[in-house]
């Protein structure tokens, strides 16, 4: 299935399992059952959340749940090289070697009960990444049917065009929010328009809920203004701003919190006007735009 056609607010899961709420496989069948419901088809995974747990978890809760596999769109990422008892590594580090690649993209498709990742991502740029080397095994990855579009996440727009000499760039998985705009600013999104390359936002509403400072102070006040202008949430309103933005940021959500997941479904039908999405951002940066 092309990009284009999956959801537009992506269901992240990392906070599903042993990272954060210690859902159990019924939880986890049920929770899967009505994020599909709300609409949100996407699942964003990484091998490493829950400590190389959670995909494994919720392959389970995805058997159990009786839905067919074309009824999800799976994102999983690979890379990073954890420090945690399943692994016996002594360093954090990156790897992407071909061997690598290919073996923690087969271990993924193990533990999520699947034959095919819909997009597999490259988690963080590597310094000593070498990307005719990831050519490789993605190509073999892609070949066998494995994964069927590969992306990467967090990496800088030249970071990109390294890898994109030699396998198609599908997304972007980057850090984006009303507390973190810099994608904005710094020709990522721009970048990624001109390629054609899919952006997805994590930790999607910033630090509104996390920090109480001057500028979640700032940005509560005009959510709270436009919150009864819209009839919306606070975070459907985060979300809607991403939403805005003419690159189409496919924002990942982290709650595991069904209300919060049929919220956050709803926000694509809420339209900014131009003036409130300078009015976040203004209350953002602390100053009016130049
Ligand atoms: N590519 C990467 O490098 C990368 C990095 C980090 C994360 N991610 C992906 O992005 C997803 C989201 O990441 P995130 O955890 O940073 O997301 P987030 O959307 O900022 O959620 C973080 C937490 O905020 C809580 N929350 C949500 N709405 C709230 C509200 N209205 N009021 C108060 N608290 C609220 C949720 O708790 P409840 O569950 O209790 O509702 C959730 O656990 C992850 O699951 C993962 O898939 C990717």
Redesign the pocket.
């Known amino acids: 299935m092309p990009i284009e056609h999956f959801s537009r607010i ?7 399992g042993e990272w ?2 210690n859902l159990n496989t019924k939880e986890v069948a049920q929770l899967i059952s009505h994020t599909v419901d709300q609409g949100i088809t996407t699942i ?3 091998d490493i ?1 829950g400590n190389y747990t959670t995909e494994a978890l919720f392959g389970g809760g995805f058997k159990a749940s009786s839905l067919n596999r074309n009824a999800i769109q799976i ?1 999983t ?1 690979c890379g990073i090289q954890h420090l945690c008892p399943n692994r016996d590594n002594k360093v954090k580090h990156y790897n992407y070697s071909k061997d690598y690649i290919i073996w923690s993209a087969e271990k993924s498709l193990k533990n999520l009960q699947t034959d095919y990742i819909d997009l597999l ?1 490259l ?2 740029p590597s310094p000593l990444m070498n990307p005719a080397e990831i050519a490789e095994a993605v190509q073999k990855l892609l070949k066998d049917g494995k994964i069927l579009h590969v992306g990467v ?2 990496f800088t727009p030249p970071q990109t065009d390294l890898l994109k000499k030699h396998i198609p760039i599908a997304a972007n ?3 984006c ?1 009303i507390t973190h705009t810099q994608p904005m600013f710094d020709g990522s999104l721009d970048h990624m328009i001109s390629n054609n390359i899919a952006p ?7 630090s ?3 920090k109480d400072d001057e500028r979640t102070r700032r940005i509560t006040r005009v959510l709270d203004t436009l919150s009864k202008k819209y009839s919306a ?3 459907q309103l ?1 979300l809607a701003w991403l939403l805005k933005h003419p690159a189409k940021i496919r ?7 069904p209300e ?1 997941i049929s ?2 479904a709803k926000s694509v039908d809420i339209n900014l006007e131009l003036e409130d999405w300078f009015m976040l951002l203004e209350a953002s940066e602390g100053h009016p735009v130049a």
């Open positions: 992506i269901s992240g899961v990392m906070t599903w954060g709420k964003d995974h990484a959340y994102i990422k991502l988690h963080r996440s967090n998985q980057v850090e929010s997805m936002s994590w930790s999607s509403l910033g509104v809920y996390k949430t606070t975070d985060l924002p990942v959500i982290g709650t595991a919190t919060r919220l956050a």
